[in-house]
């Protein structure tokens, strides 16, 4: 597991409020049981469409997911073939993108990571969020279509349409995981990837437990004030539920240091990544809880120059729609030594032999 820190630098945050837009939901008959609705995506929406709003704080707060878009490229750069049309779905202010328009950090002398792909297609529910920095250089390096999702658990595209599906911090606001990823595997063309990547149950560890603490030491009990993440363990299982084969994931951290708790807060909400879980507790958090929260933070997790860390743990996930003519494992037993054998006598010779 790898570790990466970096300094955040707090702007004053300034919001202004988007009013609520209407939507018509439609009653749709789907096989399996009914999905249990955790997050409210209007709720989410509303969060990101006001965090995009203030365009230089939000670009300002964009580090993380600066970040993480480019290692995401460098897992899709590991391919080696050409990608006509890429989808990037849920791609917030089209962070991967503009990462694609840079070098690539591994060969920084063979040009922009935009040559491997003819279209990127960027999608979001958010249509702020999403056109932030459509005016931007970057958008001239590479042929970007957007496009506003009426919906984010529901993909508007014809089977087998894209080369590759990216999906970079997005995944872990969505209510039916099972759902979205056998949709992502319908519109893929078969031998085609999909690379995402989300944050994992042990995110924010610092900031959740101090919060807990508090609020059980203020009020005498816990309230609901993050959200729930999915854990590594569940990620192979759906990947493999949705039809995906040859799965890899893995887990990396970044762990960013902020000078107090509250400035980790800020950036979270110029983020658009406030709590949006349905049974959150209405109102802000009081702030005797706050107080007594950022002595906590600083008691059990503060380092020893003054700062506060803040981990973010990221499920890195792989999988690729079957076809024909992919490569596939040798069934069991078709090995040509035994493993058990080998690691025996590995053993063996480090031990001087048998006696």
């Given at each position: 597991?790898?570790?990466f820190?970096?300094?955040a630098?707090?702007?004053?945050?300034?919001?202004r409020?988007?009013p609520?837009?209407?939507?018509?939901r439609y009653?749709?008959?789907?096989?399996?049981?009914?999905?249990?609705e955790?997050?409210?995506?209007?709720h989410?929406?509303?969060q990101?469409?006001?965090?995009?709003?203030?365009?230089?704080?939000?670009?300002?707060?964009?580090?993380l997911?600066?970040e993480?878009a480019?290692r995401?490229?460098?897992r899709?750069?590991?391919i080696?073939?050409?990608?006509p049309?890429v989808l990037d779905?849920?791609?917030?202010?089209?962070n991967?993108?503009r990462?694609?328009?840079?070098?690539s950090?591994d060969s920084?002398?063979?040009?922009?990571?935009?040559?491997?792909?003819?279209?990127?297609?960027a999608?979001d529910?958010s249509?702020?969020?999403?056109?932030?920095d459509?005016?931007?250089?970057?958008?001239?390096?590479i042929e970007?279509y957007?496009?506003?999702l009426s919906?984010?658990e529901?993909?508007p595209y014809e089977a087998n349409?894209?080369?590759?599906?990216l999906?970079?911090?997005s995944l872990h606001?969505?209510?039916?995981?099972p759902?979205?990823?056998?949709?992502?595997n319908?519109?893929?063309?078969p031998?085609?990837p999909f690379?995402g990547?989300?944050m994992g149950?042990?995110?924010?560890?610092?900031?959740?437990?101090?919060?807990?603490?508090?609020?059980?030491?203020?009020?005498?009990?816990?309230s609901?004030?993050?959200s729930?993440?999915?854990?590594?363990?569940d990620?192979?299982?759906l990947?493999q539920?949705?039809?995906?084969?040859l799965?890899t994931?893995?887990v990396?951290?970044?762990?960013?240091?902020f000078?107090d708790?509250?400035?980790?807060?800020k950036?979270?909400q110029?983020?658009?990544?406030?709590?949006?879980?349905?049974?959150?507790?209405?109102?802000?958090?009081?702030?005797d809880?706050l107080?007594?929260a950022e002595?906590?933070?600083?008691?059990l997790?503060?380092?020893e120059d003054?700062?506060l860390?803040?981990t973010f743990?990221?499920?890195?996930?792989i999988?690729?729609?079957?076809?024909p003519n992919?490569?596939?494992?040798l069934?069991?037993?078709?090995?040509?030594?035994s493993i058990k054998?080998?690691?025996?006598?590995?053993k063996?010779?480090?031990?001087g032999?048998?006696k």
């Amino acid at each position: 597991m790898n570790t990466f820190s970096i300094r955040a630098f707090i702007p004053p945050l300034t919001l202004r409020f988007i009013p609520i837009r209407a939507t018509r939901r439609y009653a749709v008959q789907a096989p399996g049981a009914p999905t249990f609705e955790i997050f409210s995506h209007q709720h989410k929406w509303m969060q990101k469409e006001r965090a995009a709003a203030d365009a230089q704080t939000s670009r300002n707060v964009d580090y993380l997911r600066d970040e993480v878009a480019s290692r995401l490229c460098e897992r899709l750069l590991d391919i080696n073939r050409h990608f006509p049309h890429v989808l990037d779905l849920g791609a917030n202010a089209c962070n991967i993108a503009r990462m694609l328009t840079l070098p690539s950090e591994d060969s920084p002398d063979a040009g922009p990571r935009s040559k491997r792909i003819s279209k990127l297609t960027a999608a979001d529910s958010s249509e702020t969020l999403l056109h932030r920095d459509a005016d931007l250089p970057f958008n001239n390096e590479i042929e970007i279509y957007r496009k506003v999702l009426s919906a984010p658990e529901t993909l508007p595209y014809e089977a087998n349409t894209f080369d590759a599906v990216l999906s970079s911090l997005s995944l872990h606001w969505i209510n039916d995981l099972p759902s979205i990823l056998s949709q992502v595997n319908n519109i893929l063309k078969p031998d085609s990837p999909f690379i995402g990547v989300m944050m994992g149950g042990d995110s924010l560890f610092e900031l959740r437990t101090s919060l807990q603490l508090a609020e059980l030491d203020r009020r005498g009990g816990v309230s609901t004030h993050t959200s729930p993440l999915a854990d590594v363990r569940d990620v192979g299982g759906l990947l493999q539920r949705a039809g995906f084969n040859l799965l890899t994931v893995d887990v990396d951290d970044i762990v960013v240091d902020f000078p107090d708790s509250f400035s980790l807060m800020k950036d979270l909400q110029a983020m658009g990544e406030s709590n949006a879980v349905l049974a959150r507790e209405k109102g802000a958090i009081q702030k005797d809880v706050l107080l007594a929260a950022e002595g906590i933070y600083r008691e059990l997790h503060g380092n020893e120059d003054g700062s506060l860390p803040a981990t973010f743990r990221l499920i890195y996930m792989i999988g690729w729609k079957p076809s024909p003519n992919q490569a596939k494992p040798l069934e069991r037993g078709t090995g040509m030594f035994s493993i058990k054998d080998f690691l025996e006598n590995e053993k063996n010779e480090e031990g001087g032999g048998d006696k």
